[in-house]
């Protein structure tokens, strides 16, 4: 089956040659499937967000290969790089980063408009991913009508609207309460078992980290341990994550 | 610490900064520029006839205080957009708010004494710059104008002091009474737009009202002057809540009708662009309306002066028909003649016996004398040509002014050939021309003049050709020009930074949006496309309108000049490249700010 994602000897330096560097990623390999719900955990610093950031071809990496569905991120051009998160990706961001000036229609339909898909797909789609994250009610309501938990939801069903490759989420539920948390979850882990979304979630949360398929412990830049689900219930998967984190901080 | 980390926040927004300095400085820079002709009554008395023109100026220098004071408040907000979140931080990491409000008093303060004094030197430099320029462009003759003028200088000084310890009182007043939350948070609230229908509509309705009402008292005011003085404060009133209330409604309206047809909106960035403007025109609607009213007056100001300038050809045209008159040329003044672009060249002789002067009544049987005459209706001058002076007293005006001073009282005859050939006294002869157009000749026209003054000293004084009467027209109209043309360019560069600070104010606010769109996917060749179109139709709303205003406000003018809407291409085409630089200037400095 083909991969989803596939990262090989991605290492990341800050900093040019003349000045202080800094060696944020050393050598990741890993690799996501189809429809895996994957966790990035690791402590502050620790390089998470440098990784999503070259996955999402935010950034780029210094040496080493990202293949996305099969395609070398790498190797694009500016315009390249925006055309394909426009269309093979999905963001969550922990602060939501809804337009404060669109409706919650508005913020999800946003990322079909780009796509310039024509105008009678639009609310179509808009409307089925609604239905599937409750949000039918509050379409017309500005971002500041909401609370946190809605706008996160409002964000997922913008990552989710135009049927990306992958949803890549940096901490989004770091700005939430424990029941929000909780429901955005829950609408993540079904759509990625209906739909069979691909899913790839920074966290620092062990709670949010247990609805994974599988965790990917970071340290100082290199990927460290792995935790598979397999077939074991959330709230022992929890108990695992916490026993890692553990040993692993030692 | 606490001033040492102020100071590193500073160095790093050095750019921010750098462009809240060069605004202010072109405040104090254009304030300067009016005031140093504004306050120089010996300029205004001795280059205006009218009375009204000190009341203009009044009326003038209030307008533009209250721009300035407007214009200071929008680099203030700019300023706070700015530092609200890292003083939000200080206060909340535990420094004292009354600490933080004098911090933020010295801060604006400061920024506002530098910007002053470097804004009115260059003002200094700018007000030599440009009167240069308009005085040579336009062959003016101002008399007492200085681009250095103390009491102006020291007028700016106290004025920008003044507004800059109000901006900074209410600064510090606004971070001592803002909680720690709200000035961590303030970019992400937004104001929330009203929908009111029924209340729009109204407003349409009233705003379309007031504006016909506005107009209708310009051009009443214009056919009957005696009602100036009511029609235009009436005009002043009227127009500028017309504006505001047309711009609030119409504006939302056409957003609204926009967005509503989706197979616009859904395209690209297109409702994006439609949300920030709609969000915008509320918050905008003041200042769009006074920069359509400061447009409008300024444009009204420069087409206005000249007008002044087509007056010139008009009246010295209707003071004579020739463009040149040379007595008993000689050959320095013959080949000058040369190189005229000559359309009727007539030579006239005549003798005098001392009492009496007699031209040969044959001479203007085979080449008719031209003449000009103003219709005194309609201040209109026209030419036209006769064979028989004698029964003309236009023509006969025409010739006398052609003779020599001392020739020009004396009776005159026309006399058959044999009469005028038995006469004795001494011959002279008269060679006039008229070209093919006095402005395009106008500098052989004054070296033949300068000329003629050498040889016949007497006519220094008396003048009588047309040159001297456009040097003395010129310099009656030209001051009313120059005031014009300074006015407008004052009013505009005003208005048009006004805007500008405006815009950028909200930039800052505009980072994480745009942050955002390009995170989804968006590329940066659209995000600068969505830029400019947005900042297109924030700059060209006012400018549409002040172009209505003033295309209806000229109809004042109608009794006062002639043709007011002659050349009107000219002051718009000035205007309009002026305007244009301000906004490829905003959207630059607008990118730098938004974009990476
Ligand atoms: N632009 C940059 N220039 C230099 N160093 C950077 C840059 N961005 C991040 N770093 C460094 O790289 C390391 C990893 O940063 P990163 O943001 O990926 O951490 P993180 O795991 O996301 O942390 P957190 O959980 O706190 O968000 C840190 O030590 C950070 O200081
Ligand atoms: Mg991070």
């Not at chain 1, 202080?20 to 966790?39: C, I, M, R």
């Not at chain 2, 403007?277 to 087409?303: E, Q």
């Not at chain 2, 006012?542 to 209505?548: K, Q």
Request: aromatic share 12%; hydrophobic share 45%; net charge positive.
């Amino acid at each position: 089956m083909q991969k989803i994602v596939e990262v090989q000897n991605v290492e990341k330096i800050y900093g040019k040659a003349s000045e202080k560097q800094f060696k944020a990623l050393s050598d990741v390999n890993f690799e996501v499937k189809p429809g895996e719900f994957v966790g990035i955990m690791g402590a502050s610093g620790s390089g998470k967000t440098t990784l999503l950031n070259i996955l999402s071809t935010l950034d780029t990496p210094t040496s080493g290969q990202v293949k996305i569905a099969g395609e070398d991120i790498t190797k694009l051009n500016n315009n390249q790089m925006a055309d394909f998160r426009a269309n093979k990706i999905g963001f969550i961001f922990q602060d939501f980063n809804l337009l404060e000036n669109l409706t919650a229609y508005e913020n999800i339909a946003l990322p079909l408009a780009l796509q310039n898909r024509p105008v009678k797909t639009i609310k179509p789609a808009v409307m089925s991913i609604a239905e599937k994250l409750g949000l039918e009610e509050i379409l017309n309501h500005y971002p500041t009508e909401l609370s946190g938990g809605q706008k996160q939801r409002v964000a997922a069903a913008r990552a989710l609207v135009h049927e990306p490759s992958i949803v890549f989420g940096d901490e989004p539920t770091g700005a939430l309460d424990s029941k929000s948390a909780r429901a955005l979850m829950d609408t993540l882990t079904k759509i990625n078992r209906e739909d069979n979304v691909s899913i790839l979630l920074v966290t620092h949360d062990p709670f949010s980290a247990s609805f994974c398929d599988r965790i990917l412990f970071i340290k100082d830049g290199e990927i460290g341990q792995e935790l598979k689900k397999e077939d074991v219930s959330r709230a022992e998967y929890y108990q695992e994550i916490l026993d890692s984190l553990g040993t692993f901080a030692e | 610490m606490l001033n040492k980390l102020a100071l590193s926040g500073i160095r790093h927004r050095i750019r921010d900064y750098s462009v809240l300095f060069s605004g202010l400085m072109i405040a104090s820079a254009i304030f300067y520029m009016f005031m140093s002709l504004a306050t120089n009554q010996t300029f205004l008395s001795s280059n205006s006839p009218a009375a009204a023109t000190s009341f203009i100026f009044g009326f003038g220098i209030v307008l533009l205080a209250i721009i300035t004071i407007v214009y200071v408040n929008y680099a203030n907000t700019f300023l706070l957009s700015m530092r609200q979140k890292e003083y939000g931080m200080f206060m909340m990491l535990g420094a004292k708010s009354s600490k933080i409000s004098r911090m933020i008093f010295v801060e604006t303060f400061t920024i506002g004494a530098i910007s002053t004094v470097i804004g009115s030197i260059i003002g200094i430099f700018a007000t030599g710059l440009v009167s240069r320029w308009i005085i040579s462009a336009m062959d003016m003759q101002v008399k007492h104008f200085n681009s250095f003028y103390l009491p102006a200088l020291l007028w700016t000084f106290v004025f920008f002091i003044v507004i800059f310890m109000f901006s900074a009182i209410r600064n510090s007043i606004s971070l001592r009474r803002s909680k720690v939350l709200t000035l961590l948070k303030r970019d992400s609230q937004p104001v929330k737009i009203k929908r009111n229908g029924v209340l729009k509509s109204i407003q349409a309705v009233l705003g379309l009202i007031l504006l016909a009402i506005g107009y209708f008292a310009l051009w009443y005011a214009g056919t009957n002057p005696g009602f100036i003085y009511l029609g235009i404060p009436v005009a002043l009133v009227t127009i500028v809540l017309g504006t505001y209330l047309t711009i609030n409604s119409f504006v939302t309206a056409v957003i609204v009708m926009l967005k509503r047809n989706t197979n616009y909106s859904q395209k690209g960035l297109n409702n994006f662009t439609l949300s920030q403007l709609s969000f915008r025109i509320n918050d905008y609607t003041k200042i769009l309306s006074m920069v359509s009213m400061m447009f409008a007056l300024a444009l009204g100001a420069i087409t206005v002066g000249l007008g002044f300038n087509n007056q010139i050809d008009n009246v010295v045209n209707g003071q004579n028909y020739y463009d040149v008159q040379v007595i008993n040329p000689d050959a320095a003044q013959q080949k000058r003649m040369k190189s005229l672009s000559i359309k009727t060249k007539d030579v006239y002789n005549y003798k005098t016996d001392g009492k009496k002067v007699y031209y040969r009544a044959s001479e203007f049987k085979k080449q008719p004398v031209g003449y000009s005459q103003i219709d005194t209706k309609t201040m209109i001058s026209s030419t036209k040509t006769t064979n028989n002076p004698s029964k003309n007293t236009n023509a006969g005006y025409e010739l006398m002014n052609t003779r020599l001073p001392d020739q020009r009282t004396m009776e005159v005859g026309f006399v058959s050939d044999s009469a005028y050939a038995a006469m004795n006294g001494k011959e002279t002869t008269t060679v006039l021309v008229k070209t093919n157009s006095f402005k395009n000749n106008l500098a052989t026209i004054k070296s033949i003049s300068k000329a003629e003054i050498k040889r016949y000293p007497a006519l220094k004084n008396a003048g009588g050709d047309k040159y001297s009467a456009y040097t003395l027209i010129n310099g009656f109209f030209s001051g009313l020009e120059f005031m014009g043309f300074f006015l407008g360019i004052a009013f505009l560069a005003m208005l048009a930074s006004c805007l500008m600070f405006k815009i950028l104010s909200g930039a800052n606010g505009d980072v994480k949006r745009y942050n955002m769109l390009y995170k989804i996917g968006t590329k940066q060749k659209v995000l600068r496309t969505t830029i400019n179109k947005e900042i297109a139709v924030l700059f060209s709303v006012p400018a549409i309108l002040g172009i209505i205003h003033v295309l209806m406000g000229l109809q004042l003018f109608t009794k006062i000049l002639y043709k007011p809407y002659a050349n009107i291409e000219i002051p718009f085409a000035i205007f309009i490249v002026l305007y244009l630089g301000y906004y490829f200037l905003t959207r630059y400095l607008y990118k730098k700010i938004v974009l990476k």
